[in-house]
């Protein structure tokens, strides 16, 4: 079995999460740590009680071991150097989302990857739930007709303090990439085209506009339509999102926690001026990991069967433009083209 070794840039909390499953995995072995300040990544290896060489830079990390794979866990604005360092080292990279913090440099990795022809494979967790995957497959079955609408509401009041409670767009910038990505599963499509309205309400504890509402045209015709809020007190929707599915034949409903539901037209009913519906099961039997150790299990399976993963940077670009493209319609007031 081919033995992964790894570096893990970026030893805050985040990094438990990839931690804990590598100490799951017969075939990873860590072989550095790398962080800026190297009594976090001491502290790290205190807490776990390892004895893994501690870096503060990922470039004199790589050439003193024998890396062929980096997990970068850093915050965002280090994702640029840290993936250029790594794949022009002659490493593949996995790595927290986003890919950076904005598009020309996303291309630039993209170009880097594909030009040393190492992979960069970008975190999207909430792809890999039982019920996503139900609601995605469902869709794609043609059980509903054509999808004509995708609908998802996102309000939740969080009060994180920190980075997030001044930028200047937290709820898109941070968290929608979530959001959008999981509509391009379930609809099985790219956005097209993207309007935006962008504010931040009364009561807002942010500096930055923490509420959006969103309309995507999508490849196959479809329309998707986004609500959120990330200082929005009571009745909270899960952090998956409440979703909307409306086809030709019948409507999906997800609340993010229990499994999807289906109506469709009965069509043992005579038709009236409101057509009877009936339920009908979506069988949510996807047997993978879930959340962060089911997209990790992707992303080290496409490079054991050297096919690129489900959330490669190529792929994850289309999830970014809907961000930044939504950033953009809400600063000019203007539907923006993706």
């Known amino acids: 079995m081919l033995e992964h070794k790894i570096i893990v840039a970026g030893c805050g909390g985040m990094s438990n999460t990839w931690l804990d499953y590598l100490e799951k995995r017969d075939n990873a072995k860590i072989v550095a740590l790398v962080d800026l300040y190297v009594e976090t990544a001491q502290a790290m290896n205190e807490k776990r009680n390892w004895n893994v060489p501690i870096f503060s830079d990922l470039s004199q990390a790589i050439k003193e071991t024998d890396a062929d794979l980096v997990f970068d866990i850093t915050i965002p604005s280090s994702h640029k150097q840290i993936v250029t360092t790594a794949l022009e080292a002659g490493c593949h990279v996995f790595g927290e989302k986003p890919m ?41 079955g043609g059980s509903i007709g054509k999808l004509g609408s995708l609908y998802a509401d996102f309000f939740i009041g969080a009060h994180f303090g920190g980075f997030r409670d001044v930028m200047d767009s937290p709820l898109i910038l941070d968290m929608a990439i979530h959001t959008f990505d999981q509509a391009r599963l379930i609809s099985g499509a790219d956005p097209v085209s993207v309007y935006c309205h962008e504010f931040n309400p009364e009561g807002s504890w942010y500096k930055g506009n923490a509420s959006a509402i969103c309309i995507f045209e999508m490849s196959n015709g479809s329309v998707f339509s986004y609500r959120g809020s990330w200082c929005s007190e009571g009745f909270n929707t899960s952090w998956e999102s409440n979703w909307r599915a409306i086809g030709e034949k019948g409507t999906i409903l997800w609340d993010g926690v229990t499994p999807p539901i289906c109506e469709v037209i009965d069509e043992s009913k005579e038709k009236g001026f409101i057509h009877s519906t009936k339920k009908i099961p979506i069988p949510c039997d996807w047997s993978h990991q879930e959340g962060h150790w089911g997209c990790i299990d992707e992303m080290f399976s496409a490079i054991e069967e050297k096919r690129l993963a489900e959330t490669d940077c190529r792929d994850n670009i289309k999830s970014m433009a809907m961000v930044f493209g939504a950033i953009e319609s809400a600063k000019t007031g203007q539907k923006v083209m993706l």
Do not use: P
């Not at 291309?107 to 190492?118: A, D, F, M, V």
């Open 100 to 140: 950076t913090e904005n598009m020309e440099d996303a291309r630039e990795l993209i170009r880097i990857s594909e030009k040393t022809g190492k992979q960069y494979s970008v975190m999207q967790n909430r792809r890999y739930l039982k019920q996503i995957r139900g609601f995605s497959d469902f869709v794609k």
